[in-house]
């Protein structure tokens, strides 16, 4: 009986001692983030960032129901002449929203992020983290993850706004088209992101990796566009699948190769984030 009774002592010291060692091996990451969003908080990125694309996406609804008032009360058209645009649908002008986050949005998100290493790395507060038992890949995992958040909270406030204003003044859009739609074009700006964390980690220079960045993105946007069929496997058509669910309620057959691709790539470009932070650590 008092056999059975250590054995049962031993596993539960066991457990209780594993669960302790899974424990600390995430309180890093944890603390890191936590500090990762006190810092956006305090910068105001958590509040800035989400308003410029709430405003951009309320704006486009807006904006294209009134826009026939608008050229009428401007003036200089002929007497009697009646200004009538095409109005689109709900779904088109999700989608229309969605296009232009292509450019201001994805600006406004690679100059917050562009000094996320390169800029505390210069400022000594990497090397003051680094002494400290901190794992490198939890300080990176924690950056990831601060930087996805903000994404995401800004992605989801400028849909919101759009669809409040589109649902109000144009059309209706059914809500799994435009949580499908959402999720997919987030899925980009996370990849985007990813990339303005790996070069981050490489250069001393924000300036050169917003330019690097940018640059990319354009780079693959602009092949997606004219390649057609040979680059719907590439990231950047995730934009358009997310444009297909959004007008048409499916996807294409491609889809399939291309989100697969998607987070190939988002994951060897976080790991190639980690380690290439590990060997520069807090060097400048």
């Not at 009697?80 to 109005?87: D, H, K, R």
């Not at 790395?121 to 983290?129: E, P, Q, T």
């Not at 002494?131 to 995992?141: C, E, F, G, S």
């Not at 059309?171 to 992101?193: E, M």
Request: net charge positive.
């Amino acid at each position: 009986m008092s056999m059975i009774h250590s054995d049962s002592q031993r596993q539960s010291h066991s457990q209780n001692q594993s669960e302790s060692q899974s424990s600390r091996a995430w309180t890093p990451w944890v603390v890191l983030y936590r500090k990762e969003l006190i810092e956006m908080w305090r910068s105001y990125k958590l509040l800035w960032v989400p308003l410029v694309f709430v405003l951009f996406g309320a704006s486009q609804p807006v904006a294209t129901y009134y826009m026939p008032d608008l050229l009428q009360a401007s003036g200089g058209l002929p007497e009697g002449a009646v200004v009538q645009i095409p109005m689109p649908t709900g779904a088109e002008m999700m989608a229309n929203t969605l296009s232009q986050f292509s450019f201001i949005g994805v600006l406004v998100l690679v100059l917050a992020f562009m000094g996320v290493v390169s800029g505390e790395r210069a400022s000594g507060v990497v090397h003051m983290i680094m002494m400290k038992p901190v794992p490198h890949r939890a300080y990176m995992l924690a950056k990831w993850a601060g930087m996805a958040t903000l994404t995401l909270i800004a992605l989801l406030g400028g849909v919101a706004a759009a669809w409040y204003y589109t649902e109000l003044l144009i059309g209706h859009v059914a809500f799994p088209r435009i949580a499908a739609g959402t999720g997919l074009y987030g899925l980009w700006l996370l990849f985007i992101a990813t990339l303005t964390l790996l070069f981050s980690s490489l250069f001393r220079s924000g300036g050169v990796t917003a330019f690097l960045a940018m640059g990319i993105t354009l780079v693959l946007s602009l092949l997606t566009g004219t390649l057609g069929n040979w680059m719907r496997w590439g990231p950047a058509a995730l934009t358009e699948h997310s444009n297909t669910v959004l007008l048409q309620g499916g996807l294409a057959d491609s889809f399939g190769l291309c989100l697969a691709v998607a987070l190939l790539l988002i994951v060897l470009l976080l790991e190639g984030a980690v380690r290439t932070f590990r060997v520069k650590g807090a060097s400048l």
